[in-house]
């Protein structure tokens, strides 16, 4: 599969770079800075990512470019096109006045092929405190905007790129156009990674990973896990078996419905009954981190016991997504970490099972289209992700069966409300948080002292980034008068409207 490596320097922007480009049917990935793959035949392109630090720091990211410049086509975005100025000996300074927001075009070189079709007067968009004041001998400027001489730029005898604007966001007009050029005109990158090459590719390389050998696989009822588990069941047919487990911190009704959607799929699905070990490990944890790291070792444990019903078992399926393992690694630097995810970081010694995720590599929309390409009925492709530790991370604080209840409550109001409204399918992801605090209020003239839960719901296209719902202000007010009714407990709904970044789309 013809690859582009995404050098990553921190920017809340890299993961957009490999969004546009998977959009483009190309395959990218991407890895720390400080952290570069093998850069084998199947790589057309190299891409460095901007960055929240100035090539003039001390502590500047500093890439090993000895396999890359020269030899493979390079576009350095931003702090990438500045760090290229100063390894050539040219001249960057801080500016004066930040230079951030919309700009257009000026200058344009018709003769680049990086930017073939993109006309004078183009918006794009700056983000930088940097500026190049001076380009190095063999560095050719192919684009300038009114306040930016040297927005743009080329290395003369090499395909080597770099702009000082981010193509990757929505602001830049012709950002994708930019990004096709150089991918597609310039890399040579043949636009093969549909969902069909994704099936036909990853169902051989299960069938040459894992053999005859027998696999388990921990079903959730989530889109992720179950298009994990009907893909390796196209691979490897009746030498799979699921496991459902009910860690008593799924969503009202979720164990038996969830059963009773996968019936009619070919799955051996057996179920795991282990509500009241995840409540004994999760007995006075309040660190969302703590959190998701005991709920880690327990599913493993529940799957270690489980899998020696299954003695013959070899193997561990998950459904690891990408954006999971991008924030579960460095993907801000090399060594900030926004969160752990649950089923990234591979098995512990004692567990005698190696490790296969077949969807790995994909964004949640790809899933979601592979998933529809496998024949895999809507009412799972269209649930809204639900987050691996359940529950648990939605209640703030420690976690009780009895806090558990009453969220499942606010949570099932919420969710049927926005299908009742016609909602749903609009929205992203939704769900409800439990507060750890409790406020005054008034019910039948009496003054009560309970509970607090936050509504929230947010648009996004992978998770990777996301904005609030604007719901409208009369379902949010029938949704609030339901929950305050309806659940003993409960006495004020807020509603989150914050967006990916700063915040996360979980409160945990």
């Known amino acids: 599969m013809d690859t582009i490596i995404i050098l990553d320097f921190g920017s ?4 957009l770079i490999a969004r546009k480009l998977r959009e483009m049917s190309v395959y990218c990935e991407i890895h720390p800075f400080n952290k570069i793959p093998a850069l084998g035949d199947e790589v057309k392109g190299v891409i460095f990512s901007g960055s929240p630090y100035s090539c003039l720091s001390e502590d500047a990211p500093v890439p090993d470019m000895s396999g890359i410049k020269g030899r493979l086509p390079l576009l350095a975005v931003c702090y990438g096109a500045q760090y290229l100025v100063k390894y050539g000996g040219g001249s960057v300074q801080h500016s004066k006045i930040r230079e951030y927001g919309r700009a257009n075009l000026q200058y344009v070189d018709s003769d680049s092929k990086l930017l073939k079709g993109i006309p004078i007067g183009s918006q794009v968009w700056m983000s930088h405190g940097d500026t190049i004041e001076r380009l190095p001998d063999g560095y050719r400027c192919i684009c300038s905007t009114e306040s930016v001489k040297y927005a743009g730029y080329q290395i003369e005898g090499e395909p080597t790129y770099a702009i000082q604007f981010h193509p990757e966001v929505h602001h830049s007009v012709d950002g994708d156009k930019l990004l096709k050029n150089f991918v597609v005109g310039i890399c040579g990158c043949s636009q093969s990674w549909t969902a069909a090459s994704f099936i036909e590719s990853t169902v051989s390389q299960i069938r040459a990973k894992v053999g005859d050998d027998k696999v388990i696989l921990g079903l959730s009822g989530g889109v992720d ?11 490897i047919g009746h030498n799979l078996q699921c496991i459902f487990v009910d860690n008593g911190l799924l969503r009202k009704n979720e164990f038996a419905g969830v059963l009773e959607s996968y019936k009619g799929m070919g799955l051996k699905v057996v179920c795991g009954h282990a509500k009241e070990r995840f409540y004994s490990v999760l007995a006075g944890v309040t660190d969302p981190e703590k959190k998701r790291k005991a709920i880690g070792k327990t599913f493993i444990d529940v799957f270690d016991a489980e899998s020696k019903r299954f003695s013959d078992a070899k193997w561990l399926a998950q459904g690891t997504i990408y954006p ?10 090399p060594s900030q970490t926004i969160k752990s995810h649950h089923n990234v970081g591979g098995l512990p010694d ?13 964004f949640k929309d790809e899933v979601r289209r592979v998933g529809q390409a496998l024949g895999i009925k809507q009412e799972l492709i269209g649930r809204h992700p639900f987050p691996g530790p359940g529950l ?13 209840a009453i969220l499942q409550e606010v949570d099932d109001i919420f969710i049927q409300g926005l299908r009742d409204a016609g909602l749903y399918e609009k929205v992203w992801q939704a769900g ?3 507060l750890p605090i409790q406020s005054v209020g008034v019910m039948g003239d009496e003054r009560t002292y309970e509970r607090v839960v936050a509504l929230r719901a947010v648009e996004s296209v992978d998770g990777m980034t996301a904005d609030w719902c604007h719901l409208p202000y009369d379902f949010l007010a029938k949704v609030s008068n339901d929950i305050i009714n309806k659940v003993r407990g409960v006495n004020r709904v807020c509603y989150d409207i914050s967006s990916k970044p700063p915040a996360t789309i979980e409160w945990e």
């Open 392 to 404: 648990a991370i939605r209640i703030l604080g420690d976690v009780t069966p009895e806090k558990v």
């Open 350 to 362: 004692y567990m005698k099972l190696q490790l296969v995720e077949p969807l790995r590599s994909l």
């Open 12 to 15: 809340q922007y890299t993961q």
């Open 225 to 235: 896990s179950t298009v994990a588990a009907v893909l390796l069941n196209k691979a």
């Open 432 to 434: 409800a948080i439990l």
């Open 324 to 333: 999971d393992v991008i924030e579960s690694s460095a993907f801000k630097g």
